[in-house]
């Protein structure tokens, strides 16, 4: 009966660390799931602040340049014109380049999701 009662307590110390380990990789899935929310959410009000603030100074700077071209070269027709070239330039780069910058983003992301 001995060996009996040892390989009972042996077996309920075995249940019981089964149980703790579960618990605790519980509690550590819960707290990555949270860190990975929170770093989310904060990379999105990141790029949401930046983001604006970046395309309201964009529109300044093309709204000034346009008028400043025109009074440059005498005529607003030709400075929008010139103006909406070299915007149309600049988004077919960044198409032309667009490979590069999702590996890129790719790249910064899951070294920041994934150690």
Do not use: H, P
Not at 6 to 29: C, H, M, P, R, W
Not at 53 to 58: A, R
Not at 83 to 109: C, D, H, M, P, Q
């Amino acid at each position: 009966m001995g060996v009996l009662n040892s390989l009972n307590q042996t077996s309920k110390k075995a249940v019981d660390y089964g149980e703790e380990y579960l618990e605790k990789t519980q509690e550590y899935y819960k707290l990555k799931v949270f860190q990975q929310l929170t770093t989310t959410i904060a990379l999105f009000c990141k790029i949401a602040i930046i983001g604006s603030l970046s395309m309201l100074g964009i529109t300044l700077l093309v709204v000034g340049g346009t008028l400043a071209l025109g009074n440059l070269i005498g005529s607003m027709v030709y400075a929008c014109l010139i103006i909406a070239f070299i915007l149309l330039l600049l988004s077919g780069l960044v198409y032309w380049f667009r490979e590069k910058i999702n590996t890129l983003v790719i790249t910064k992301l899951t070294k920041q999701f994934f150690d």
